[in-house]
């Protein structure tokens, strides 16, 4: 006789770049998002909300290869044979939407939108697949206006967060700077444009020798994965870092602010002030940067954030800044958070940046043929999160878990009984849940309880029914309590953290009992 084969099972497991996420991770999440939506809504900013698909071509320029539309995103291909991609970030997914109804939208639109978005390259530690951005933006706004309110709004948004003044900073350049230097230093090719800026946006991940390996040939990571470089050669690199690099000029400059030895002792937000204070005046035209391209609009950002109040080190000038997106086309700006604090690992490390954007005055443009002007950042959702926990800025879990109603007696009017308890606790606020497993082992019900963490179990049996009363055991007293008795008798006589009050006192009790938890 044939032996019986087993049956293929699929195994449970995660793909690799996505994660599960906890109840307490997505409460922490959620009252993040209130207060960054309700720093947006007090700007005028409304909700709106674009599909995870989009067709392929309506995504942008910037992704790698559109005869290979899998590169970077995930991509299928629709019952009409169209190339449908999840959506890789917020931006190009509104310039669509603004696009297709430009005709009803009044401008400039002022919205903000949150969501997940999805990337097809290799995953690594603290680098998903999937995770949620939170955006806002202002399209049909010309000016650099706009740009200065989404540095000042980001700021907000980080003190309303909890991260007080001085432990972050929105840094403010103009991707012209480094548009300019590459067409001067006879860099055409848009693919090789797109290769530069995405390896200087890496300067705080691999440092300046790692940049300068992307600029050139390539650099290998310690995995052994080679990532090739733009091609430029010695010359052309030292041009590039030149520029970027104003470090010498803005040092030299402040201190004609502040001496060095004020500069050592002075308050951190002091000397960041003097930093930002020699910029401008390097933008404005005091310095040796007065000819580079993008600097007026740096230096009209400045005295409008200046006059708001926010010059006091919430926002600088800072022309290492880059964003690695293409579609890019004016002022950048990235919020970066300078507490140090511990990693996953315990390391201490500075998280860097958790929120960027920029000027985008092309994207529209492409479906309209008509010039749409438009500004706005995205907020990297998880990684913020994962900085205020870390920063104790995002709490435990605040929402307790339910009191449970055990089932002692299974026949039908008993369960109504049971089922009206439940509600009437419900209808008065309080978190309630029947026991819904198999009811046949009382001690089963509590084990129960103590897994999901409730604080209180309500019991009625026959006894208690014919007494018009219910028991109510307090399970985070009786555990503490419990640590003290030694024998299954004294646990008998002591009850322990158990009481009995009439069944039309049940609200009230269970109220009192939650409230001394």
Avoid at 317 to 336: A, K, N
Avoid at 431 to 441: I, T, V, W
Wanted: glycine share 8%; charged share 30%.
């Amino acid at each position: 006789m044939a032996k019986t084969q087993k049956p293929q099972r699929p195994k449970a497991r995660l793909p690799r770049g996505f994660t599960d996420r906890s109840p307490a991770d997505i409460r922490a999440t959620d009252r993040m998002m209130a207060a960054i939506r309700e720093v947006f809504e007090r700007y005028g900013f409304d909700p709106i909300e674009t599909p995870a698909f989009e067709y392929t071509d309506a995504l942008g320029k910037f992704l790698p290869d559109l005869d290979r539309p899998n590169e970077g995103v995930f991509s299928l291909q629709d019952d009409d044979e169209k190339w449908m991609s999840l959506r890789y970030d917020l931006t190009a997914p509104l310039a669509r939407h603004v696009a297709e109804n430009l005709q009803t939208i009044a401008l400039p639109y002022r919205t903000y939108r949150a969501g997940y978005v999805f990337r097809n390259e290799k995953p690594g530690p603290g680098r998903f697949r999937q995770f949620m951005q939170f955006d806002a933006d202002t399209v049909g706004a010309p000016n650099v206006t706009a740009d200065a309110e989404m540095c000042m709004m980001m700021a907000d948004t980080m003190e309303a967060l909890g991260i007080a003044r001085g432990d972050y900073v929105v840094r403010v350049n103009n991707r012209k700077v480094l548009d300019g230097v590459m067409e001067a230093i006879g860099v055409m090719d848009e693919h090789q444009k797109l290769t530069i800026l995405r390896a200087i946006d890496k300067l705080d991940k691999f440092g300046p020798e790692g940049v300068r390996m992307l600029l050139g040939a390539g650099r290998k990571d310690e995995s052994g994965d080679f990532t090739k470089g733009a091609g430029l050669d010695e010359n052309q690199i030292i041009d590039l870092i030149g520029v970027f690099d104003i470090a010498p000029h803005i040092a030299s400059v402040t201190r004609t602010i502040l001496t060095d030895e004020e500069l050592d002792t002075a308050d951190p937000r002091v000397a960041q002030q003097a930093r930002a204070n020699a910029v401008f005046m390097l933008l404005a035209g005091e310095g040796e940067l007065d000819d580079v391209p993008g600097a007026s609009e740096l230096g009209n950002i400045w005295e409008l954030v200046t006059s708001a109040g926010y010059d006091d080190g919430r926002i600088i000038i800072d022309p290492s800044v880059v964003r690695g997106l293409e579609y890019y086309t004016g002022p950048v700006y990235e919020c970066e958070l300078l507490h140090e604090v511990p990693n996953e690992k315990g390391e201490i490390v500075r998280f860097g940046s958790v929120a960027g954007g920029g000027r985008y005055d092309g994207l529209v443009e492409r479906f309209t043929g008509q010039k749409v002007p438009a500004t706005g950042f995205s907020i990297g959702v998880s990684r913020l999160a994962t900085a205020l926990k870390n920063l104790g800025k995002l709490g435990a879990d605040m929402v307790s878990a339910p009191v449970l109603v055990c089932i002692m007696d299974r026949d039908a009017e008993s369960l109504g009984r049971y089922q009206r308890m439940v509600q009437e606790l419900r209808k008065n606020k309080i978190r309630a849940e029947l026991f819904q497993g198999n009811p046949k082992n009382f001690g089963n019900q509590l084990k129960y309880a103590d897994r999901r963490g409730c604080p209180l179990a309500i019991i009625q049996g026959a006894d208690e029914r014919a007494k018009g009363e219910v028991q109510i055991k307090d399970l985070a007293l009786g555990a503490r309590m419990s640590k003290d008795i030694e024998s299954h008798e004294e646990w008998r006589e002591a009850r322990v953290a158990q009481f009995s009050v009439p069944e039309d006192k049940l609200v009230e009790a269970v109220r009192k009992a939650l409230a001394e938890s």
